[in-house]
């Protein structure tokens, strides 16, 4: 197995009813399969092959806060429906995320944004770690209309979709990436595919025509 890193990919080419190859900054990487899992970047990268992918960017926010000495930062994740907020330790941090924003590919940090997450945190955790030390983040996650992410097979026959989980794609990661692997492998999966695939959407994954 070979990982490249920091290498940035093109576009796919096709040959008939398959993908050809992967153009990348380094050259062209030629594969006898492709998982196409790029996030916000997947419809991009699918666009050239004629397959639309309804993901557009939702940005989320989140505030990373060190405990440190304080006592009262909790022990398990913590779900806010009121505010919309969700609170989760990690280790000696305390992470509280919320909120969506619908800009575009903009994936620079709302100052507005992020502060009312820290001003929710506070309130509802006081003496919950040193708020004046907090991280802010910000960062794009790939959604479709009905939060469900597109994960099965395309028309070609050697490109296969692992994308458009929103917020949800390290919960998902380990059984979409079994479920991949499977299909791939041309191993029946172990959860049921119906509703998963892009072709559930009015315009879904287009008949490929040469």
């Not at 092959?49 to 060190?66: D, E």
């Not at 029946?188 to 315009?203: C, K, N, T, V, Y």
Request: proline letters at 8%.
């Amino acid at each position: 197995m070979e990982f490249r890193w920091n290498v940035p990919v093109l576009g796919l080419t096709r040959l008939g009813d398959r993908v050809e190859g992967l153009a990348t900054a380094d050259g062209m990487i030629i594969g006898d399969s492709y998982v196409l899992a790029a996030g916000c970047d997947s419809p991009a990268l699918a666009r050239p092959l004629g397959l639309f992918l309804p993901i557009i960017p939702a940005k989320g926010y989140s505030m990373t806060i060190p405990v440190a000495n304080h006592a009262g930062a909790p022990f398990v994740s913590i779900t806010d429906d009121e505010h919309k907020m969700v609170y989760s330790r990690l280790g000696d941090r305390l992470r509280a995320a919320g909120t969506a924003e619908m800009a575009g590919h903009d994936a620079s940090l709302n100052p507005a944004r992020a502060k009312m997450i820290l001003d929710h945190a506070r309130t509802l955790f006081p003496d919950g770690g040193d708020f004046e030390r907090a991280e802010p983040w910000a960062g794009l996650r790939p959604v479709t209309p009905d939060s469900v992410p597109l994960l099965g097979g395309t028309p070609f026959a050697n490109l296969w979709l692992n994308t458009g989980h929103g917020t949800l794609g390290w919960t998902m990661a380990c059984g979409s990436g079994r479920v991949i692997a499977d299909l791939v492998s041309g191993r029946q999966p172990e959860i049921a595919m119906d509703g998963l695939g892009a072709s559930r959407f009015r315009h879904g994954l287009p008949t490929m025509t040469a």
